[in-house]
């Protein structure tokens, strides 16, 4: 990889976690410049209180931004943020770390917190909830009759098998008291304003932090469907088939669906999702003079977008263009390695563009996440290119032994491939930029 291509999908990745900066995106929000949100400055002017409640890998930043613009009508704040978010003290909001992949103690509290606000908020008053990626996880209250250790055996179950983000809240909003449209109800007779940073493909309500202020259209039945489909309905504990067989028979009651009449007091915006991101790396890849194409195949199994990737960078029939491309694959676990589905993307990719002749030419592909952390590593993602396979090599290291390992991190950290970023502050999915130079 030549070094201008580094440092050129360096710069149009930075642009995009720019772009998705939650602060100025919540002030666009607040001031109603963002679709949906017309009706935003009138509501806060009007209501009594605000109390806020961010949760997310951007719920630091998201919290700081409400806390000054809400003034003297602010009530309570409260921010649930992973571990490694700023440690920086903000006048008048409360910070509690709630554990990411999996939730924790931490989670717990922060999900008792949440629920406090929401019933200590009336009419008059205005709860808005801040929601960014990981809020699922960092903000968790098992249903009655399940522990925290029940839900963290089958959340992991389903991790491990790939099973995409909406299935996985399908089954956790059914092991759930807040999740499901459950915070929504716990809040009596207030507004509830919802401000979404979507790390969600697509944009669904349902989805997004596993929608604790919307509607849930899945079932109890559903869920089942999706521990039977990933094979672990029968290593699910006993007190989790326990509970969705008697919600299927009725005797528990369901998530809050479409028609409550409780949906009227709730509003959400999104402010700001992937294409966010990808809009602003496609400004800076043009600025550097690069001619851009959009790309749809960053989803399903990580090592067969990377291997696609590859595919249409090969396919470019001349210099100077970027693709970009947004998206969320899933990894499924089959060794014990290190690395992420960013890093895995991008192995594959590698591969495939040493196999397909592609070192005749100068092109380079960055697979990476915009929270700037890639799985349970210090990586955001990795930059790959026909040369890596081969180098690889040279280091006494086997790439495709890696890849069957999952242990991209490794391999990647020897060459001095890993793009190193930091928490961005930010989570809109990922990002997946490749380059094709001159000659």
Same mark, same amino acid.
């Given at each position: 990889?030549?070094?201008?291509?580094?440092?050129?999908?360096?710069?149009?990745?930075?642009?995009?976690?720019?772009?998705?900066?939650?602060?100025?995106?919540?002030?666009? @929000?607040?001031?109603?410049?963002?679709? =949906?949100?017309?009706?935003?400055?009138?509501?806060?002017?009007?209501?009594?209180?605000?109390?806020? $409640?961010?949760?997310?890998?951007?719920?630091?930043?998201?919290?700081?931004?409400?806390?000054?613009?809400?003034?003297?009508?602010?009530?309570?704040?409260?921010?649930?943020? /992973?571990?490694?978010?700023?440690?920086?003290?903000?006048?008048?909001?409360?910070?509690?770390? =709630?554990?990411?992949?999996?939730?924790?103690?931490?989670?717990?509290?922060?999900?008792?917190?949440?629920?406090?606000? %929401?019933?200590?908020?009336? %009419?008059?008053?205005?709860?808005?909830?801040?929601?960014?990626?990981?809020? %699922?996880?960092?903000?968790?209250?098992?249903?009655?009759?399940?522990? #925290?250790?029940?839900?963290?055996?089958?959340?992991? &179950?389903?991790?491990?098998?790939?099973? /995409?983000?909406?299935?996985?809240?399908?089954?956790?909003?059914? #092991?759930?008291?807040?999740?499901?449209?459950?915070?929504?109800?716990?809040?009596?007779?207030? %507004?509830?304003?919802?401000?979404?940073?979507?790390?969600?493909?697509?944009?669904? #309500?349902?989805?997004? @932090?596993?929608? /604790?202020?919307?509607?849930?259209?899945?079932? $109890?039945?559903?869920?089942?469907?999706?521990?039977?489909?990933?094979?672990?309905?029968?290593?699910? /504990?006993?007190?989790?088939?326990?509970? $969705?067989?008697?919600?299927?028979?009725?005797?528990?009651?369901?998530?809050?669906?479409?028609?409550?009449?409780?949906?009227?007091?709730?509003?959400?915006?999104?402010?700001?999702?992937?294409?966010?991101?990808?809009?602003?790396?496609?400004?800076?890849?043009?600025? #550097?003079?690069?001619?851009?194409?959009?790309?749809?195949?960053?989803? =399903?199994?990580?090592?067969?977008?990377?291997?696609?990737?590859?595919?249409?960078?090969?396919?470019?029939?001349?210099?100077?263009?970027?693709?970009?491309?947004?998206?969320?694959?899933?990894?499924?676990?089959?060794?014990?390695?290190?690395?992420?589905?960013?890093?895995?993307?991008?192995?594959?990719?590698?591969?495939?563009?040493?196999?397909?002749?592609?070192?005749?030419?100068? *092109?380079?592909?960055?697979?990476?996440?915009?929270?700037?952390?890639?799985?349970?590593?210090?990586?955001?993602?990795? $930059?790959?290119?026909?040369?890596?396979?081969?180098?690889?090599?040279? &280091?006494?290291?086997?790439?495709?032994?890696?890849?069957?390992?999952?242990?991209?991190?490794?391999?990647?950290? *020897?060459?001095?491939?890993?793009?190193?970023?930091?928490?961005?502050?930010?989570?809109?999915?990922?990002?997946?930029?490749?380059?094709? =130079?001159?000659?």
């Amino acid at each position: 990889m030549t070094e201008a291509l580094r440092r050129d999908s360096r710069r149009i990745y930075e642009a995009a976690i720019a772009a998705a900066a939650p602060g100025p995106l919540i002030d666009r @929000a607040l001031d109603g410049l963002i679709a =949906g949100s017309e009706a935003i400055p009138g509501r806060v002017d009007r209501a009594r209180r605000i109390l806020i $409640f961010a949760a997310g890998k951007a719920a630091i930043p998201m919290a700081h931004r409400l806390v000054a613009r809400c003034g003297a009508k602010l009530a309570a704040a409260i921010a649930a943020a /992973p571990d490694d978010s700023p440690r920086a003290q903000v006048a008048g909001l409360e910070v509690i770390r =709630g554990g990411h992949p999996l939730p924790d103690a931490g989670s717990m509290r922060a999900a008792e917190a949440a629920l406090e606000i %929401s019933r200590s908020a009336g %009419s008059g008053d205005l709860v808005i909830v801040a929601l960014s990626g990981g809020a %699922s996880a960092m903000v968790a209250m098992p249903a009655p009759g399940i522990d #925290l250790d029940d839900k963290l055996k089958v959340t992991r &179950a389903l991790m491990n098998s790939g099973a /995409p983000i909406h299935e996985l809240n399908a089954v956790r909003k059914h #092991l759930s008291s807040i999740k499901g449209g459950g915070l929504l109800a716990a809040t009596g007779g207030a %507004s509830v304003l919802t401000l979404a940073l979507s790390d969600v493909i697509g944009n669904d #309500l349902a989805t997004i @932090a596993s929608g /604790p202020t919307v509607a849930d259209p899945s079932s $109890f039945s559903d869920a089942i469907a999706v521990l039977k489909r990933r094979k672990v309905w029968g290593r699910a /504990p006993e007190a989790v088939r326990a509970r $969705f067989e008697r919600g299927v028979a009725g005797e528990i009651p369901e998530t809050v669906k479409a028609g409550d009449a409780r949906l009227a007091r709730s509003t959400t915006v999104i402010i700001g999702d992937n294409e966010t991101a990808v809009a602003g790396a496609e400004r800076e890849a043009v600025a #550097l003079g690069y001619r851009v194409r959009r790309w749809d195949g960053l989803s =399903g199994e990580a090592e067969a977008a990377g291997r696609a990737a590859a595919a249409e960078v090969m396919r470019l029939d001349s210099t100077r263009i970027c693709i970009v491309a947004g998206g969320e694959p899933v990894v499924i676990i089959r060794g014990p390695g290190r690395g992420g589905r960013a890093q895995h993307c991008a192995l594959a990719a590698a591969l495939a563009m040493a196999s397909g002749g592609q070192d005749r030419r100068a *092109a380079a592909i960055l697979a990476a996440g915009t929270d700037g952390i890639d799985g349970p590593t210090d990586a955001a993602g990795a $930059f790959a290119d026909a040369s890596t396979a081969a180098r690889a090599r040279a &280091a006494g290291l086997d790439p495709e032994g890696a890849l069957a390992r999952n242990d991209s991190y490794t391999l990647f950290h *020897a060459l001095g491939d890993l793009l190193i970023t930091g928490p961005t502050g930010t989570n809109v999915a990922d990002l997946l930029i490749g380059l094709v =130079g001159p000659n």
